[in-house]
């Protein structure tokens, strides 16, 4: 196994969101978090002094949205990951084949520094940080995810791009004989692949995730290590990444291929732009009791204030 300094939460301290919540209030005054500390919550599933015991240093993240999380059982069975079939319960039935250890990542096109990524690196990072971030996918349903993961900013700044570098590349592992829906056509090219503009991929908001609920990433949401941009719909949030290219073109992705009119390239969340087939303008919450309603879908996924400057002058219909 890789070495993971997470805590593994046993099954029965896999909480809801309401435990969840109270269990943050609590960590924070038993960690005698001081007044005056401005974002005084961390939502793991273990206590602070577990995080001090094991050396790991956590941040709390400005970042993180006050909204309630999901369940981790809504997070880990209502998926689209491709690779392992298109129903919401595939992954969670069908992604216990894949085999995550070793894992690396290869870095290259336009940069001075080519290179490999061991997942165990991006582990045992002190600058993993929760995240906990809304994820609004283009199918009109949301959740709230409490990520573990680390800023690809961090990770992008260790090569040297060359001055023509634009936009970066990411694609997922192909594994045919773990990955039951590479076996099956469904009319999407393996592997999966997603792009970002430089700037995009720089932002403060836009992590490598790792985890979940302070556990490891589950298979099914794309271990052992995935996109996260919250901004932007479900589908440019790529799992199981195995490369990361540097380039001067706007990469090729996945679903822009499968469907120019429908996915575009940019794909921010934005409730003005309907789907060709379905308003964009609402989305049906995952889940039961609080969770299982629907709410106003928000510019940028809520996101607005952080990310709208991106997008300065660009024509957001067009360019959808
Ligand atoms: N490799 C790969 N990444 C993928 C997908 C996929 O099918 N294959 N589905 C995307 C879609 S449509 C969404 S909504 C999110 C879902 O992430 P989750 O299952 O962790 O909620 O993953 C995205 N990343
Ligand atoms: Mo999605």
Redesign the pocket.
């Known amino acids: 196994m890789p070495v993971y300094r997470y805590p593994m939460p046993k099954g029965s301290e896999i909480t809801d969101e309401k435990m969840f919540l109270n269990r943050r209030q609590f960590m924070v005054s038993a960690a005698g978090f001081a007044a005056g500390a401005t974002v005084p919550t961390i939502g793991h599933a273990k206590t602070i002094d577990d995080y001090k015991a094991l050396n790991v240093s956590v941040k709390n993240s400005p970042y993180s949205t006050e909204d309630p999380a999901n369940p981790f059982e809504d997070?880990t069975t209502h998926?689209?990951?491709?690779?392992f079939g298109t129903g919401k319960g595939d992954?969670a039935a069908n992604a216990g084949t894949l085999t995550t250890d070793p894992w690396s990542i290869k870095v290259g096109g336009l940069v001075n520094n080519p290179g490999t990524i061991d997942i165990n690196d991006i582990l045992n990072s002190l600058e993993l940080e929760e995240r906990i971030y809304r994820?609004r996918?283009?199918e009109a349903w949301s959740?709230v995810?409490p990520w573990v993961g680390i800023p690809l900013a961090s990770v992008l700044n260790k090569y040297d791009q060359q001055g023509d570098a634009k936009y970066v590349s990411f694609e997922?592992l192909v594994r045919p004989e773990e990955m039951i829906g590479q076996r099956n056509a469904f009319g999407l090219d393996w592997p999966?692949v997603e792009g970002l503009r430089l700037d995009e991929a720089m932002h403060p908001l836009t992590i490598l995730a790792v985890g979940v609920y302070g556990k490891q990433m589950p298979n099914?949401?794309?271990a052992p290590i995935?996109l996260v941009v919250p901004w932007k719909y479900?589908?440019k949030?790529?799992?199981?990444i195995v490369g990361i290219k540097f380039t001067a073109e706007q990469p090729a992705t996945t679903w822009n291929l499968q469907g120019p009119s429908e996915y575009g390239f940019y794909s921010n969340v934005n409730p003005g732009v309907d789907h060709p087939r379905w308003s964009q303008k609402t989305e049906k919450i995952i889940g039961s009791g609080i969770f299982g309603s629907r709410r106003q879908t928000e510019q940028f996924n809520g996101y607005k204030e952080q990310v709208a400057s991106l997008y300065e002058g660009m024509d957001l219909v067009k360019n959808f």
């Open positions: 997070i998926n689209n990951f491709y690779e992954p994820l996918c283009v959740m995810i997922t999966y099914q949401n794309g995935r479900g589908f949030s790529i799992k199981s």
